[in-house]
């Protein structure tokens, strides 16, 4: 096949494999997704007695309501695989899901936004194929391990969440600021 002629039909299976709306909302309340996200805002400065980047005041309101948000729409969370550094932590605590298990595969590596391996790419390309029983699972990590992981998802916000299918596919990518807008 040719090259130009994959390139179209991957493309059109990507779009038709895309979920929005209210689709994206009965479709998550099923479970069965991974949700990989980066975690919400906080400054590139590290404050004076901390020891690394914290969220800010709008990152900690964000958090809030997309936890707020998945709640009122009845889209349950099972798990939560975390970044060990206190902003990716916090992004799950804000929210109020489950306890978050620091996993240092989604970490920066002290590295801020120069972080993340090659290794670490392929543990998260792998752990969105691997589809929860019950529930969807909440990954949360850092710009360069997404950017990594999947080049075909740029310029990930502060907040934003890529969706997986079970079959380990993007369907959506959800701003932190819309999740409110899916409810009724």
């Known amino acids: ?7 179209l039909l991957t493309a059109a299976l990507s779009l038709a494999q895309s979920l929005s709306g ?3 909302v009965q479709a998550l309340q099923k479970g069965g997704y991974v949700i990989a996200m980066r975690h919400t805002s906080s400054p590139n400065a590290v404050p004076a007695g901390a020891t690394e980047r914290q969220l800010d005041a709008e990152g900690r309101a964000a958090a809030t ?9 009845k889209i349950p969370v099972t798990e939560v695989l975390s970044s060990p550094t206190q902003r990716a932590m916090d992004t799950a605590r804000a929210a109020q899901w489950p306890a978050p298990v620091a996993t240092p595969e989604l970490g920066d590596n002290g590295q801020s936004m120069s972080g993340g391996t090659p290794a670490q790419a392929a543990w998260l390309k792998n752990r969105v194929t691997q589809s929860p029983k019950t529930g969807n699972v909440i990954l949360i990590t850092h710009m360069p391990n997404l950017r990594e992981a999947f080049p075909q998802a740029t310029n990930v916000a502060d907040g934003e969440a890529l969706i997986f299918s079970p079959q380990g596919t993007l369907v959506a990518r959800v701003k932190s600021d819309e999740w409110k807008t899916l409810q009724h």
Request: glycine fraction near 6%; proline fraction near 5%.
């Open 22 to 24: 209210d689709a994206l």
């Open 65 to 73: 309501a997309m936890g707020a948000a998945l709640r009122a729409l």
């Open 1 to 7: 096949m040719r090259p130009a002629l994959l390139t």
